[in-house]
């Protein structure tokens, strides 16, 4: 698939329905979407992977919601896995900082809280899966003491906040996020998962290096502040949409690692 043409593929996928939505707070966008495993025939499976809580990216805007990552839920759920999209207040509708992180915090609770009876007997390791934005959100989240999360796969994300500001990536959308004037810089600092690298939880990047819209020198100059914690897998001539989109090779790569021990 050609760079160019990654964006339309993943969009041009129909949306697919969830089994069931669960709010966690009152404002529409406070939800999280639930996608039970699936057998082959289109049953209910056996739970043979991680619980997943996937997080969207957009840049952090309104315009941009979870459904475009509803194909990949649904394939995730195929392979066996109980999977939460997750939905978050953003700039333009209620979301920007401090909104939005609190929300991504609740919405890994509730996600916890309606997989968590799917793994028998068993606490559930949890493998928090953010793609863009939602690698962004993903990072920092896990970073916070008492989210339940096992691991973190975060998938071509803007890893490095202060960069991304510096490149005025998306017309601004980090100045969006955070809101400019008095105090920009402390909330700058305290928003960027490169300076909170998540302590003793294993985080796997993949990015590709044809990426135009998230530089993959983001992850690069993550993965040099953690060298312990994270491992960097980058996708030769791969952009930004393709490891989201269910039937690429890039995917493929994705449900490999999520498929792998959360302590390896």
């Given at each position: 698939?050609?760079v160019?043409?990654e964006?339309?593929?993943?969009?041009?996928?129909?949306?697919?329905?969830?089994?069931?939505?669960?709010?966690?707070?009152?404002?529409?966008?406070?939800?999280v979407?639930?996608?039970?495993?699936?057998a082959?025939?289109?049953g209910?499976?056996?739970?043979?992977?991680?619980?997943?809580v996937?997080?969207?990216?957009?840049?952090?805007?309104?315009?941009?919601?979870?459904?475009?990552?509803?194909?990949?839920?649904?394939?995730?759920?195929?392979?066996?896995?109980?999977?939460?999209?997750?939905?978050?207040r953003?700039?333009?509708?209620g979301?920007?900082?401090?909104?939005t992180?609190?929300?991504?915090t609740?919405?890994?609770?509730?996600a916890?809280?309606?997989?968590?009876?799917?793994?028998a007997?068993?606490?559930?390791?949890?493998?928090?899966?953010g793609?863009?934005?939602?690698?962004?959100l993903?990072?920092?989240?896990?970073?916070?003491?008492?989210?339940?999360?096992?691991?973190?796969?975060?998938?071509?994300?803007?890893?490095?906040?202060a960069?991304?500001?510096?490149?005025?990536?998306?017309?601004g959308?980090?100045?969006?996020?955070?809101?400019?004037g008095?105090g920009?810089?402390?909330?700058?600092?305290?928003?960027?998962p490169?300076r909170?690298?998540?302590?003793?939880?294993?985080?796997t990047?993949?990015?590709?290096?044809?990426?135009?819209?998230?530089?993959?020198?983001?992850?690069?100059?993550?993965?040099?502040?953690?060298?312990?914690?994270?491992?960097?897998?980058?996708?030769?001539?791969?952009?930004?949409?393709?490891?989201?989109?269910?039937?690429?090779?890039?995917?493929h790569t994705?449900v490999?690692?999520?498929?792998?021990?959360?302590?390896?």
């Open positions: 698939m050609r160019a043409d964006e339309s593929a993943l969009l041009g996928l129909a949306p697919v329905a969830p089994d069931r939505t669960v709010a966690y707070g009152p404002h529409p966008d406070q939800i979407d639930v996608y039970a495993p699936r082959g025939d289109g209910r499976a056996a739970v043979r992977g991680p619980l997943v996937l997080l969207h990216g957009g840049f952090w805007r309104a315009a941009y919601d979870r459904r475009h990552l509803s194909p990949l839920a649904a394939e995730l759920a195929g392979q066996g896995m109980p999977v939460a999209l997750a939905e978050y953003r700039v333009g509708a979301g920007g900082a401090p909104q992180f609190e929300d991504v609740g919405a890994v609770g509730a916890y809280a309606a997989l968590a009876d799917t793994v007997d068993q606490d559930p390791a949890v493998v928090l899966v793609h863009s934005a939602g690698g962004h993903a990072l920092l989240a896990a970073a916070r003491p008492g989210t339940p999360v096992s691991r973190v796969l975060a998938v071509s994300p803007v890893a490095d906040l960069r991304a500001h510096e490149l005025g990536l998306s017309a959308a980090v100045a969006e996020l955070l809101g400019t008095p920009f810089a402390e909330r700058l600092a305290a928003a960027d490169a909170h690298p998540p302590a003793g939880i294993p985080v990047i993949l990015h590709g290096t044809d990426d135009p819209d998230v530089p993959v020198d983001l992850s690069r100059r993550y993965a040099a502040r953690s060298p312990g914690t994270t491992d960097l897998r980058e996708l030769p001539g791969v952009g930004h949409y393709a490891p989201v989109t269910p039937g690429s090779p890039s995917c994705l490999g690692y999520l498929n792998r021990p959360c302590s390896t």
